[in-house]
């Protein structure tokens, strides 16, 4: 079994920052993709970005010079890195993780107050 575990999400203030991270752990032999999604409330779940084993990054268009996304292929760990939050940044965060097949976290909220 495969289990992903997010932690650093919370409350904070617009313009603010926030650090996630998501560790990948159990029966792991290679991790292709790994990515963050969100889900707004009332909203479909969407990418905000993702990064291939060789560190290609993409980003949704909303978050591209806000956000950063990297990844500790020794600890099986992929970061978010969230800066200049807006309100709109607000949900829950989902890791992603693509292996033999893909994962998901249990999510992780993050709240942005105006």
């Known amino acids: 079994q495969v289990q992903l575990v997010e932690s650093g999400g919370g409350l904070v203030q617009a313009g603010g920052s926030l650090r996630l991270s998501c560790a990948a752990s159990g029966m792991i032999f290679s991790i292709n993709v790994m990515a963050w999604y969100r889900q707004a409330p009332g909203k479909q779940r969407e990418l905000v970005a993702g990064i291939t084993s060789g560190g290609t990054t993409s980003y949704a268009d909303s978050v591209k010079g806000r956000f950063t996304i990297s990844r500790d292929n020794a600890k099986n760990t992929v970061y978010l890195q969230m800066n200049s939050l807006k309100p709109e940044d607000t949900g829950v965060y989902y890791c992603?993780?693509?292996?033999?097949?893909?994962?998901w976290g249990q999510g992780t909220q993050v709240t942005v107050s105006s």
């Open positions: 992603y993780a693509v292996m033999a097949r893909p994962y």
